[in-house]
């Protein structure tokens, strides 16, 4: 297996190290960072988004299959003009490594996002974006937050290397929110290795759901099998350009995914590059109308058109 392929495994597992750990995430008693002020090259300038909220299981809660069926969600339905939205900034950094040839140097970009009276999904969130931007399985466990990562990969990072990470906000309404984590890691002469994360965040329950949240008893195999058929078609779309698919299939196997957004216009999956298939491809992602889901997604994450439907 590739370097680059072992990189983005890491990537992954940190994601759901954080993830699916969060209900027994850092005591907040040991967050305590501490920023060296000497080195130009290591970050001390004031956040907008407190580095010392680090979250707990009382606080931003996940709905996954094992607490959604006693867990009361609130109605997600269509968004119109009249709902209210949560209002954020976006809070932009860029850091560069000190005593360094200006082609040489490592720099860090930084988007991050923070709404506005939220500090405990404003500290997930810094979390998040942290741990995707892990360069390699030689570095420490995920980073607690974008300071302690930038400090890290400056005092660490090879000549040229580069890390921007971009948080974004895809669906804001009372219900729901829903935000976008991008990370593009570039390693000198290395590919560009890039992940793309959704955080699904109900703020009326204040808690994530994910895909296991998401789901009816017993749909798994149901929801992958929709999204099995939007594969197939995407194989049927660009048989030109791969070949003999049934070799190609071979290469690249199908595999599930949880990494899921609910959107307006319905559910969208999305895979990593090099994950389905070859890096040109890039990013894949589909989506798939709720009117297909009645029977899989629970109906109060559906809109009220799908549920009359």
Known sequence: MSGFSLRLIFCLACWVVLLTGCSQWFNKASDNITLSTAPSSQISEREDVSANHYLSSADVKVA?????????????VAQTARQQTY??????????SSGCKPDQCSKVSVKLVAFDGKPKINAFLDQSLAAIGEVDSESKPPHRSIIAFKNYFLSTAKAGQTVTLESSVIRNSKELVV???????????????????????????????????????????????????????????????????????????FVSTDNVALLDSGLRVSYDPVILAPRQFGR?????????????????LLPQSANKG
């Open 87 to 96: 209002a954020y900034q976006v809070i932009t950094s860029s850091n560069t």
């Open 179 to 253: 935000i976008q984590l991008d990370s593009v890691i570039f390693s000198g002469n290395r590919d560009a290795l890039s992940t793309t994360q959704y955080l699904n965040w109900l703020p009326l329950a204040d808690q994530l759901v994910t895909l296991e949240g998401m789901l009816l008893p017993d749909k798994s195999k149901d929801f992958q099998q929709l999204v099995l058929r939007q594969y197939e078609q995407w194989l049927k779309d660009h048989d030109d350009e791969l070949g003999n698919v049934s070799e190609f299939k071979k290469i690249w196997p």
């Open 284 to 300: 894949l992602s589909w989506i798939i109308p709720y009117g297909q889901l009645t029977d899989i997604l629970r109906p109060e």
């Open 64 to 76: 996954d299959k094992a607490t959604s069926g006693s867990l009361r969600l609130p109605s997600v």
